[in-house]
């Protein structure tokens, strides 16, 4: 029986070491990736001057204003001596992701009542590929929307996540002194988030669950050293009165 006990207790000792290995760990992961911003720096041999739709290539207008390559419509030259950094950000996003960027910088919507709607009928017209994330900012009204193409990948097309491109293209236009460029890249940026998130950021997406296994983690390590302290206590107590049952029992023989 005692030898029975003893396996018992190297048993439990073993998990509770285990359980602390994986406390550890757990707390050292949160430590480092949740205060995580930067996304994975992924490594791509796709040679964007043959792929990408992109490039300042020609300029032309048409019923909006001025289209300065094929995928940006800047009828009143905001973005000025940024345009090279917002095509470059433009070209990268499609290195990395095969997501096609564009944006509109027009005065006013056409239909002011329901923007997203608008933007989503002038993006549909214009037959884009899948996985097209287009931008119209309406400088004068103060609006700007985000909407994906019709049947692109679900990473990019669910709510979600055209909710988180459209807070980051909103950042740099909540200031004073609108950043319209700025708002591009942060844009470009988020998109490449999206599409290959750290993970920090995927610790931060699912906070809840991480909570929770925390939780879950922390009881279990509490549960086993409390049974562990009572199972020696007891321990304790058992040998104790081995002992002097056995120092009585020599006494009467005595």
Do not use: C
């Given at each position: 029986?005692?030898?029975?006990?003893?396996?018992?207790y190297r048993h439990m000792v073993t998990t509770a070491r285990l359980l602390c290995i994986v406390g550890v760990v757990w707390g050292i992961v949160l430590a480092i990736c949740l205060p995580s911003l930067s996304y994975a720096d992924t490594q791509t041999d796709i040679a964007t001057q043959n792929n990408t739709q992109q490039g300042v290539d020609s300029t032309k207008s048409n019923e909006h204003g001025v289209v300065v390559g094929d995928n940006i419509i800047d009828s009143q030259n905001l973005l000025g001596g940024n345009l090279d950094r917002v095509n470059d950000a433009i070209n990268d996003v499609y290195a990395r992701t095969q997501v096609t960027l564009q944006l509109m910088y027009i005065p006013h919507f056409a239909d002011t009542s329901d923007p997203e709607q608008w933007a989503t009928?002038?993006?549909?017209?214009?037959?884009?590929?899948?996985?097209?994330?287009?931008?119209?900012?309406?400088?004068?009204?103060?609006?700007?929307?985000?909407?994906?193409?019709?049947g692109s990948d679900s990473w990019l097309s669910n709510?979600?996540?055209?909710?988180?491109?459209?807070?980051?293209?909103l950042g740099p236009l909540n200031?004073?002194?609108?950043?319209?460029?700025?708002?591009?890249?942060a844009l470009s940026n988020a998109i490449i988030d999206q599409r290959y998130p750290s993970v920090g950021q995927w610790i931060q997406r699912h906070s809840v669950a991480v909570i929770a296994v925390s939780i879950v983690v922390l009881l279990a390590l509490i549960g086993i050293v409390l049974v562990l302290v009572r199972y020696q206590r007891q321990r304790s107590v058992r040998r104790q009165l081995e002992r002097?049952?056995?120092?009585?029992?020599?006494?009467?023989?005595e």
């Open positions: 029986m005692q030898h029975s006990n003893t396996r018992i009928t002038y993006i549909q017209n214009t037959h884009p590929a899948k996985n097209t994330v287009f931008m119209a900012v309406a400088s004068a009204d103060g609006n700007v929307v985000v909407v994906v193409s019709q709510q979600e996540t055209v909710d988180t491109l459209t807070d980051a293209a200031q004073k002194n609108p950043d319209w460029a700025g708002s591009a890249i002097r049952s056995r120092s009585h029992r020599a006494n009467r023989k």
